[in-house]
């Protein structure tokens, strides 16, 4: 049972990964065409995401406290790419930008339906570990991320200005760190909850 329980996550994990990684570089070609750090800073989540899916499939088949660990890993990535999100705001705030709504919205709905699907997979796993619930997160957080990226999008067509595409991008550094923090957070829950049990 727990054999089979591990080749569903293992599957599962694989299967995000890799729509992960396409969507990273989808975000960064169409962040570059279009001039968005929205777009960029999504690019950089998936990105960021896939590493910390790879990190989870190694530790899958490894005891509790390398799972443990591959969560704090996974926490404290999210919080290093949020710090890497606004230091893009800030220099396209100074240098100015010019992003295209149009390709924004387009990129953001195709990434949402991909994002759903994940969120669909990883919701028919069944007592999910630490790092399956830190996948869970990802994807409601990407999901969530790229509904902003749509309303920027439009703002952004209609108002002619960038202030709206750096503002998602804020946004979504703030989402990713709080994400990291609640993972982290998980993962300290779960290194309690061992040591009660091995007293």
Same mark, same amino acid.
């Given at each position: 049972?727990?054999? /089979?329980?591990?080749?569903?996550? /293992?599957?599962?994990?694989?299967?995000? @990964?890799?729509?992960?990684?396409?969507?990273?570089?989808?975000?960064?070609?169409?962040? =570059?065409?279009? #001039?968005?750090? !929205? @777009?960029? =800073?999504?690019?950089?989540?998936?990105?960021?995401?896939?590493?910390? +899916?790879?990190?989870?499939?190694?530790?899958?088949?490894?005891?509790?406290?390398?799972?443990?660990? !591959?969560?704090?890993?996974?926490?404290?990535? $999210?919080?290093?790419?949020? =710090?890497?999100?606004?230091?893009?705001?800030?220099? /396209? +705030?100074?240098?100015?930008?010019? %992003? @295209?709504?149009?390709?924004?919205? &387009?990129? !953001? $709905?195709?990434?949402? !339906?991909?994002?759903?699907?994940?969120?669909?997979?990883?919701?028919?796993?069944?007592? %999910?570990?630490?790092?399956? /619930?830190? =996948?869970?997160?990802?994807? +409601?957080?990407?999901?969530?991320?790229? $509904?902003?990226?749509? *309303?920027?999008?439009? @703002?952004?067509?209609?108002?002619?200005?960038?202030?709206? #595409? $750096?503002?998602?991008?804020?946004? *979504?550094?703030?989402?990713?760190?709080?994400?990291?923090? #609640?993972?982290?957070?998980? &993962?300290?829950?779960?290194?309690?909850?061992? *040591?009660?049990?091995?007293?």
């Amino acid at each position: 049972m727990v054999a /089979r329980q591990d080749s569903m996550e /293992r599957r599962t994990l694989w299967i995000v @990964l890799a729509l992960n990684i396409g969507l990273a570089v989808a975000f960064f070609a169409t962040g =570059a065409f279009g #001039d968005s750090s !929205a @777009l960029i =800073a999504n690019g950089l989540d998936n990105l960021s995401d896939s590493f910390v +899916y790879a990190i989870s499939l190694f530790a899958l088949s490894r005891s509790a406290k390398w799972k443990r660990g !591959a969560a704090n890993v996974s926490g404290g990535l $999210l919080i290093l790419f949020a =710090a890497g999100i606004l230091y893009d705001a800030w220099r /396209r +705030y100074i240098g100015g930008s010019d %992003p @295209l709504g149009t390709i924004m919205i &387009a990129m !953001a $709905l195709i990434a949402a !339906a991909i994002n759903a699907v994940c969120v669909w997979l990883l919701a028919k796993l069944k007592n %999910p570990n630490v790092n399956i /619930r830190a =996948a869970n997160t990802f994807s +409601y957080n990407d999901f969530a991320a790229n $509904l902003g990226i749509v *309303v920027a999008g439009g @703002l952004v067509a209609w108002l002619g200005t960038n202030w709206p #595409d $750096l503002v998602v991008g804020v946004i *979504v550094a703030g989402i990713a760190a709080w994400g990291g923090i #609640d993972i982290l957070r998980d &993962a300290h829950g779960e290194h309690h909850k061992a *040591v009660h049990t091995d007293k």
